[in-house]
């Protein structure tokens, strides 16, 4: 039987790929960010998951603001990097599980979630970056499955919802008749905002209070609505709901491995989890 043997939740920000692309991991602006993910390439390298479900939002990449799905789920046997525009260099094309991916599509529509399915899908930075952190030399020794959750353009699917996805997803993997051992990682917020009045916002207290119910009381952040959350987090912090999206798949209880948090990352508050059931 599949199952998930973890959920890792991350930041994604452009700027990553070009500090990557200059290697300034040991910089000091970058050092504490970097750093961050050192444990988390010794657990995968003892614990060696075979496909990953990348639950992260597209950027206009894949989907633009014409067709805007609020949940889309990746059935390609490959996916594509391509340039988004940040200057950036790409990285190398991703192998998808598409049997896996099927198996998804199938049980969450019977769970009542209506989705749109991508037989061809590029993938942009929120999915790229986080897996090169995760295995920097880029040689990608796990297949894929990408998991989209609409936080770009309004409305959004609530918190409740989101994590009402992953809680399916965590039921289909146990459902899944193989033997996979599944990682899920959810890329994301936390508190930003790019525009408006109030670019450059941060809040470190929800933020930290966000990371800590994570652990403590998974369902803490579905009180809120999107507008509660945009206020909170800012407009691109609602990026958080692929967090929750990942905590409902890692079921009722999980012990937390491993976390960083760190400020700033251009204009984001930088989070970091590792998350195991037990
Ligand atoms: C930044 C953050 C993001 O989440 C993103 O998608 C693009 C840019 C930033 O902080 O620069
Ligand atoms: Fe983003």
């Known amino acids: 039987m599949a199952r998930i043997i973890g959920g890792i939740t991350t930041s994604h920000v452009p700027a990553i790929g070009g500090a990557i692309a200059k290697g300034l991991q040991n910089d000091p602006y970058w050092k ?9 390439r010794h657990w995968l390298s003892e614990t060696r998951p075979d496909v990953v479900v990348v639950l992260y939002n597209d950027h206009g990449l894949n989907f633009f ?15 594509t990097n391509a340039d988004e525009g940040w200057g950036i260099p790409t990285v190398p094309p991703f192998t998808g599980d598409t049997e896996l991916s099927w198996h998804l599509i199938e049980s969450l529509v019977a769970d009542e979630f209506d989705l749109t399915t ?26 894929v499955v990408p998991v989209c959750i609409n936080t770009v353009q309004a409305p959004l699917p609530s918190a409740k919802r989101c994590h ?11 459902r899944w008749a193989g033997d996979e051992k599944v990682l899920v990682l959810g890329t994301g917020g936390l508190s930003h905002q790019l525009d408006g009045e109030r670019a450059g916002f941060i809040n470190k207290d929800f933020d930290l209070k966000f990371m800590d119910s994570m652990v403590s009381d998974p ?6 609505d999107t507008y509660q959350l945009v206020e909170q987090a800012g407009t691109q912090g609602v990026e958080l709901l692929m967090w929750l999206a990942t905590r409902g798949a890692l079921g009722p209880s999980v012990r ?11 204009n984001t508050a930088s989070g970091l989890m590792l998350l195991e059931p037990v």
């Open 32 to 40: 504490p960010f970097f750093d961050g993910f050192i444990p988390i």
């Open 65 to 79: 603001l014409d067709k805007m799905p609020t949940f889309a789920v990746g059935a390609a046997p490959q996916y």
């Open 118 to 143: 991508c037989q061809e899908m590029t993938v942009d930075h929120a999915f790229t970056l986080p897996m090169a952190l995760l295995w920097p030399d880029q040689a990608w020794p796990v297949k």
């Open 164 to 174: 009402r996805l992953g809680e399916a997803i965590g039921r289909a993997v146990s």
């Open 219 to 224: 369902t803490w952040a579905t009180q809120f």
């Open 256 to 266: 937390a491995l491993h976390s960083n948090y760190h400020i700033p990352i251009s």
